[in-house]
């Protein structure tokens, strides 16, 4: 008799593994469907020349519901519908149009660090100026309106910006801040920032009332984008 009941047992402790076995799970219930981006309602917006590469960042001015785009040939261009489509909107000093367009024989590569790459865009909406990470320049800033863009700071502390890459600004007290991605290398030498495990970049802070910048943090590796918030 004891015998059978233990086998007994074994049967029922069996047969309650199965059942809990075959109960439905949540893990096994299908998931709510997620919500796809429907890829017929996006617009692509062609740039002119099929060597003009980018955009390697975009802003918008928050007024004129303006499109800007940092292109390979140094200059940001404006989105200004599907009729006028791209038109400049801002250079840099030393900007030349025949110099710096790219061609097969004359790529990017050789011609941006003369012709300058912006690498980072970001507006003050309260005063229209648009603040541009240039690669090669520094810092710089262009007026409502466009045109000329101003190198703002090139060197902090005495020691040159090699790769000025990233840039906000903060809309209540037009502080800017932007990042410099290394103190050794150029970005037309960017894969030995990684390649090296170069760590020198920083992140500082630009304040226009006062001309002055100070680095918030040093030592950086490959600080690419920089992002502030309300607080």
């Known amino acids: 008799m004891g015998k059978n009941s233990k086998v007994l047992k074994v049967v029922v402790s069996l047969l309650l593994f199965l059942v809990l076995l075959?109960?439905?799970?949540?893990?096994?219930?299908?998931?709510?469907?997620?919500?796809?981006?429907?890829?017929?309602?996006?617009?692509?917006?062609p740039l002119r020349g099929s060597l003009l590469r980018g955009p390697e960042s975009a802003a918008f001015s928050g007024g004129d519901n303006g499109t800007y785009n940092?292109?390979?040939?140094?200059?940001?261009?404006?989105?200004?519908?599907?009729?006028?489509?791209?038109?400049?909107y801002v250079y840099g000093p030393g900007y030349d149009a025949r110099a710096c367009t790219t061609s097969r024989t004359q790529p990017a590569e050789v011609t941006e660090s003369s012709c300058r790459r912006s690498l980072g865009l970001h507006f003050h909406y309260g005063s229209g100026n648009l603040y541009i990470a240039d690669a090669y320049k520094g810092l710089m800033h262009v007026g409502p309106g466009g045109g000329k863009a101003t190198v703002l700071i090139n060197k902090v502390d005495g020691v040159p910006l090699r790769f000025t890459?990233?840039?906000?600004?903060?809309?209540?007290?037009?502080?800017?801040?932007?990042?410099?991605?290394?103190?050794?290398y150029q970005r037309s030498q960017h894969e030995r920032v990684t390649a090296t495990g170069d760590s020198t970049g920083c992140l500082m802070k630009y304040d226009l009332k006062t001309n002055n910048v100070i680095v918030l943090q040093s030592g950086i590796t490959y600080p690419n984008v920089v992002a502030i918030s309300a607080d």
Do not use: Y
Request: some cysteine.
């Open 165 to 184: 890459n990233g840039v906000d600004v903060d809309q209540v007290t037009g502080e800017v801040f932007f990042t410099d991605n290394s103190m050794n």
């Open 22 to 45: 075959l109960q439905p799970c949540d893990a096994a219930r299908p998931l709510a469907e997620t919500p796809t981006i429907d890829g017929s309602r996006s617009l692509h917006l």
């Open 70 to 88: 940092g292109v390979c040939d140094g200059r940001a261009l404006k989105w200004n519908g599907s009729v006028c489509s791209w038109t400049t």
